[in-house]
Nanobody
Framework: QVQLVESGGGLVQAGGSLRLSCAAS????????MGWYRQAPGKERELVAQ??????????NYANAVRGRFTISMDNAKNTVDLQMNSLKPDDTAAYYC???????????????WGQGTQVTVST
């Protein structure tokens, strides 16, 4: 069973910074992607940033709303992904979810997993 555990959310003033971390546990052959989504009240869940794992290089992509302010990084050896969030705005307030698409053992099945979510609140 694969589990994703997030940490690092909280309350911050506009213009401040927060760092979210996510650790994956369980038996995983390899990651296809690992990243962060967010969902604000009354809105659909949206992609914030994601890393696609390549052979020798990881590729990062960002939502337009966060590009230039947020940075995603992944430690392939530790199965962790972090999201450094700078210049936070009230519009960034949401529950942030870690996600991973992985290849499992025993047949190479591909599966998607989600963390439980961590709240980020940005005050004016």
């Amino acid at each position: 069973q694969v589990q994703l555990v997030e940490s690092g959310g909280g309350l911050v003033q506009a213009g401040g910074s927060l760092r979210l971390s996510c650790a994956a546990s369980g038996i995983i052959i390899s990651f296809i992607t690992m990243g962060w989504y967010r969902q604000a009240p009354g809105k659909e869940r949206e992609l914030v940033a994601q890393i696609t794992v390549g052979g020798n290089t990881n590729y990062a992509n960002y939502a337009n709303a966060v590009r230039g302010r947020f940075t995603i990084s992944m430690d392939n050896a530790k199965n962790t992904v972090d999201l450094q969030m700078n210049s936070l705005k009230p519009d960034d307030t949401a529950a942030y979810y870690c996600s991973a698409k992985v290849i499992l053992p025993y047949g190479g099945r591909v599966a998607d997993y989600w963390g439980q979510g961590t709240q980020v609140t940005v005050s004016t």
